[in-house]
């Protein structure tokens, strides 16, 4: 599956959790850095109005769905992926991290929040080396020298593995950038995923997300912030509807 926008091919790459886990692994076991983003529908409009968001997307090495929305858009297109949001790919992640013996950054949120989450990472996965946890400063640029000072420390602590909890379109640009300044290590752009994990933030119970209907919780829950984004959403639906008719039907 893949969306086109400007003449530049967005694609999933990344099917399925197996096809994910394998990729993964043949990185960490040969000390390949990666970048891994989810993809969803807030991007794709995201990317329709910010070249630079694009251009960071375009360097990603991994993408996934993430948002049933793709997912459905997909198996129109028969071209199935499966579904695979950032929140729910941070302890698979981690599992794979510490077969490889590979030592792992937090990096994104606020300090409490990664302290938390670090915590509940390693009770959850046995042999996980949480190396490294930073918060960024409220006005952080991942193209600025704070953001390469970051990369610069990763490399120096020879860290496999970062998640970036910094919301999109800046962690996704902060990755393109570690591809160049640490390209050893793994980037793994998760929003906030950490901060679930830690309790700092509350996801939408597990029988709402199997309707299918994470999307209304967090709509119900913060209409304010949330109902604009979705409501842009929804305005280029028809579109990729199209997209994907034209893809089952080339």
């Known amino acids: 599956m893949y969306f086109e926008i400007d003449d530049v091919r967005i694609e999933v790459n990344i099917a399925d959790a197996a096809r994910l886990e394998q990729a993964v692994m043949g990185h960490f076991q040969t000390r390949r850095g990666f970048a891994l983003a989810t993809v969803n529908l807030d991007h794709l409009v995201k990317m329709r109005a910010s070249g630079d968001f694009l ?19 997909s198996q129109l297109a028969q071209r199935p992926v499966e579904l695979m949001p950032g929140s729910d790919m941070v302890v698979p992640l981690c599992r794979w991290a510490a077969r490889a013996g590979v030592p792992i950054a937090l990096v994104g949120s606020t300090d409490k929040a990664l302290k938390d989450a670090s915590e509940a990472l390693i009770a959850e996965v046995p042999g996980l080396e949480v190396a490294w946890c930073h918060a960024p400063s409220g006005v952080f640029d991942p193209s600025g020298e704070e953001a390469a000072k970051i990369l610069s ?8 593995l970062c998640f970036l909890a910094l919301g999109a379109p800046k962690q996704e640009a902060m990755a393109a950038r570690g591809r160049a300044l640490a390209p050893e290590v793994g980037f793994a752009s998760v929003g906030a995923g950490l901060d679930f994990l830690g309790g700092h933030q509350k996801r939408a119970p597990e029988w709402v997300r199997k309707l299918a209907l994470e999307w209304l919780w967090r709509a119900l829950s913060s209409p304010r912030r949330l109902g604009p984004r979705y409501l842009r959403c929804l305005a280029i639906l028809p579109g990729q509807l199209l997209h994907a008719l034209r893809l089952r039907h080339p």
């Open 55 to 73: 251009k960071a997307y375009a360097a990603q090495d991994f993408v996934v769905a993430d948002g049933r929305p793709i997912v459905w858009l």
């Open 153 to 160: 420390e990763l490399g120096r602590r020879q860290i496999g």
